[in-house]
C-alpha cells in the first residue's frame, strides 16, 4: 500500500509499505482524510521531543471500517473518527481514566506508524461511530478535541474572562470550546492575519497583537485585573513561561503545548497570585464526542477552518511547501479514496 513516510528531518516521500493487516481485536480501516497538524510539520523539521524515524506520520484520522473482529459493533463500510492515542488499559493512567496520559501511550503517528496511508489497523476502542459526520468533519475532530481537552482541564465557567496566546489549529480550538463553555475570549498572537480569522470567524471575541503593548492591552481588556483562565497554545518556552504575568490573581494557566526543554517561573509571581498551573495533554472519548456533537450541531465554522487541501500523491511534495509557506493556511486535508 501507499504511505508518506518521514525518514529523517527534511526527508518526505511517498512509497510502497507492506499491505496493513488486522490485529488482534483491531479493526482495519481504509483512511479517508488525515489533517495535518503543528506534530506532523515538526516531525519534518526534526523538532518533535518525542519521536524516532522513520515514520510513516498523520493522527488526525477518518476511515471506513472494512475488517473487524467478532462480536463488535462496527460494521464494514461505516465511517468512523480515530482516536490516536493507543493506551495499554493497565497504568495507573489508564486505571484513573486517563488514557490521554498512559504510561505507555503509542500516539499514530509519533510513537507508532499513523494514517498517511491507505490503510491501517488500530484497537477498537479507539474507534468511535462518526454518525452524520462527512469524512472532513471526522478528520477533524481529534485537533479540536484538544482544545476541548483543554477546556475541560481549566474548570472555565460561564463569565470567565479567558485568554488563548496562540492562534494556530490548536489555540483556535480552545478559545472555540472556551467560547462555548461561556468563556469572555481573548487571543493573542503575532500574526495580525491570524488574530483577524479568529474574529471574522466568531472563535474570538476579541484579539491582541502581541507585541510591546501587550501588557498594556491585557491591562484595558481586564480592567488590570487579568484573566480568570490563561491556556498557551503557542509551543514556545519564552512565551509559555512569560504567560503568568497575564494570569489574575487566583487565577489559572494551562499548558496545552509541549517543548523539548525545560520552562521555568518567577516564584513570587507564582505564589502571589496562588497560580494553579495546570498541564493538558491530548484529549479523552468524551472531549471527541463533545466535538462531535458541536460540529453535528453546526457550532463549529470547519468551512473557514479547512484552508488547504492536496491527495496522497502530492501529500510529501505539499506538506514540505507547507512547513515553511503558511500563508492563509489554518488546516489542511490529505484525501485518499
Known amino acids: 500500500m501507499r504511505a508518506v513516510v518521514c525518514h529523517s528531518p527534511g526527508s518526505l516521500a511517498l512509497e510502497e509499505r507492506p ?26 523539521e526534526g523538532s518533535h521531543p518525542y519521536l524516532e524515524y522513520p515514520r510513516i506520520i498523520g493522527h488526525e484520522l477518518s476511515g471506513e471500517v472494512l475488517e473487524t473482529p467478532r462480536g463488535t459493533a462496527l460494521r464494514p463500510n461505516q465511517r468512523v473518527v480515530v482516536n490516536p492515542y493507543v493506551s495499554c ?6 486505571r484513573r481514566g486517563k488514557p490521554n496520559c498512559c504510561v505507555r501511550i503509542a500516539v499514530l503517528g509519533v510513537h507508532r506508524d499513523g494514517g498517511l496511508c491507505e490503510r491501517i489497523s488500530v484497537p477498537e476502542r479507539n ?3 462518526a454518525g452524520s459526520l462527512t ?3 471526522a478528520a477533524s475532530v481529534e485537533f479540536l478535541s484538544i482544545g476541548a481537552h483543554a477546556v475541560s482541564r481549566s474548570g472555565l465557567k460561564p463569565g470567565d474572562r479567558t485568554l488563548v496566546i496562540g492562534a494556530g489549529p490548536i489555540g483556535l480550538g480552545v478559545a472555540l470550546f472556551a467560547g462555548l463553555s461561556g468563556g469572555d475570549t481573548t487571543v493573542i498572537d503575532l500574526d495580525p492575519d491570524r488574530l ?3 474574529t471574522q470567524a466568531g472563535i474570538a471575541g476579541r484579539s491582541i497583537l502581541a507585541d ?28 509559555m513561561e512569560d504567560a503568568i504575568r497575564h494570569v489574575a490573581h487566583g487565577g489559572s494557566l494551562v499548558l496545552v503545548s509541549v517543548v523539548n526543554e525545560d520552562i521555568a517561573f518567577s516564584d513570587p509571581e507564582l505564589h502571589k497570585r496562588e497560580t494553579t498551573v495546570l498541564g493538558s495533554r491530548n484529549a479523552l472519548r468524551a472531549d471527541f464526542e463533545r466535538v462531535m456533537a458541536a460540529i453535528a450541531e453546526k457550532q463549529v465554522p470547519l468551512q ?13 511534495a505539499d506538506i514540505a511547501r507547507w512547513a515553511t509557506d503558511k500563508r ?5 486535508l490529505v484525501e485518499i479514496e
Open 19 to 44: 499491505e496493513a493487516s488486522r490485529g488482534a481485536e483491531e479493526v482495519l480501516i481504509a483512511i479517508r482524510r488525515v489533517g495535518i497538524c503543528g506534530t506532523d510539520y515538526h516531525i519534518y
Open 89 to 94: 488499559g493497565a497504568c495507573i493512567a489508564c
Open 127 to 129: 474507534l468511535y461511530p
Open 135 to 137: 469524512f472532513d468533519e
Open 196 to 198: 483577524a480569522f479568529a
Open 212 to 239: 510591546d503593548r501587550t501588557d498594556e492591552q491585557v491591562g484595558a481588556a481586564t480592567d488590570g485585573e487579568g484573566f480568570d483562565i490563561v491556556f498557551d497554545a503557542t509551543g514556545n518556552r519564552g512565551s
Open 304 to 316: 473557514r477552518l479547512l484552508t488547504h487541501r492536496t491527495r496522497l500523491a502530492g501529500a510529501a
Open 328 to 332: 492563509g493556511l489554518v488546516k489542511a
